[in-house]
C-alpha cells in the first residue's frame, strides 16, 4: 500500500502563489508516475500535472502550462506543485495521486491506483 498526504493548500488572491507537498510513505517500492488532480465543485475531476518519478518527464493540463510547475524531491518520496499567477477558477480539492506500475504518465489517460486525501485551494478575487 501506498500512503499519500497532501499539505499546503489554504486561501490566496488571485495572482498569488501556493505550493503543495505531498508525502508518500517510505516503506513502498517507488512509484512510475505521480501526479495532482483537482476537482471543483460541480466540475469533473481534472488531471493538472504529472511526472515520471525515474527520468523526471512532466505533463500539464493546458489551463495551467506556465503557471504551475510539478516536481520531486531527490529522493522520491516527496511531490511538490508549485502554483503561481493563481486564478479563481484554480478553486478546488487537490489529490496527491501515484501509480506503481509503468505505463502512460499523461493525462487524462494515465490512471492511479493510489489518491491522497486532498486538501483545498481556494482561490478569491
Known amino acids: 500500500q501506498v500512503q499519500l498526504v497532501e499539505s499546503g493548500g489554504g486561501s490566496v488572491q488571485a495572482g498569488g502563489s501556493l505550493r503543495l507537498s505531498c508525502a508518500r510513505t517510505?516503506?513502498?517500492?517507488?512509484?512510475?508516475?505521480m501526479g495532482w488532480f483537482r476537482q471543483a465543485p460541480g466540475k469533473e475531476r481534472e488531471g493538472v500535472a504529472t511526472?515520471?518519478?525515474?527520468?523526471?518527464?512532466?505533463y500539464y493540463a493546458g489551463s495551467v502550462e506556465g503557471r504551475f510547475t510539478i516536481s520531486i524531491d531527490s529522493d522520491k518520496y516527496t511531490l511538490y506543485l508549485q502554483m503561481n499567477s493563481l486564478r479563481t477558477e484554480d478553486t478546488a480539492v487537490y489529490y496527491c495521486?501515484?501509480?506503481?506500475?509503468?505505463?502512460?504518465?499523461?493525462?487524462?489517460?494515465?490512471?492511479?491506483?493510489?489518491w491522497g486525501q486532498g486538501t483545498q485551494v481556494t482561490v478569491s478575487s
Open positions: 517510505r516503506n513502498t517500492r517507488k512509484p512510475y508516475c
Open positions: 511526472i515520471t518519478t525515474g527520468a523526471g518527464v512532466a
Open positions: 495521486v501515484a501509480e506503481l506500475e509503468r505505463g502512460t504518465c499523461a493525462p487524462p489517460s494515465a490512471e492511479f491506483k493510489y
